[in-house]
Nanobody
Framework: QVQLVESGGGSVQSGGSLKLSCVAS????????VAWFRQAPGRQREFVAS??????TTYAEPVKGRFAISRDVRNTMYLQMNSLRPEDTAVYYC??????????WGQGTQVTVSS
C-alpha cells in the first residue's frame, strides 16, 4: 500500500505560478513511474505530466513549456506550474505506477486560475 499526499494548490491570477508537491509513503525511486493528472469540473481526468524511474519526462501538449515535473532523492514529486491560464483550473492528482497492475492516487489539490 502506498499513500500519496498532495499540497501546494491555491488560487492565482492568470500568468502566475504554483508548485505542487506530492509526498509518498515510501521511496518513489521504487515506482515504475510517477505522474500528475487533473480534472476540471464536468470533464474527465486528463494526463498532465509523467516521469519514469529513469527520469524521462512526458508532457501533455497544453502544458508543454509551462509545467515541469521533478522529484527529490527520497519520496517527493513536484509539479512546477508557470504562466498559468484559466483553463488550467482543476483538481490536480498525483499518481504512482508501482507495476503495470498496481497504481495509487492522491486525494487531489485544487488549483484555481482567475483571469
Amino acid at each position: 500500500q502506498v499513500q500519496l499526499v498532495e499540497s501546494g494548490g491555491g488560487s492565482v491570477q492568470s500568468g502566475g505560478s504554483l508548485k505542487l508537491s506530492c509526498v509518498a509513503s515510501r521511496s518513489i525511486f521504487s515506482f515504475k513511474s510517477v505522474a500528475w493528472f487533473r480534472q476540471a469540473p464536468g470533464r474527465q481526468r486528463e494526463f498532465v505530466a509523467s516521469m519514469s524511474a529513469g527520469g524521462s519526462t512526458t508532457y501533455a501538449e497544453p502544458v508543454k513549456g509551462r509545467f515541469a515535473i521533478s522529484r527529490d532523492v527520497r519520496n517527493t514529486m513536484y509539479l512546477q506550474m508557470n504562466s498559468l491560464r484559466p483553463e488550467d483550473t482543476a483538481v490536480y492528482y498525483c499518481h504512482a505506477l508501482i507495476t503495470d497492475a498496481v497504481k495509487y492516487w492522491g486525494q487531489g489539490t485544487q488549483v484555481t486560475v482567475s483571469s
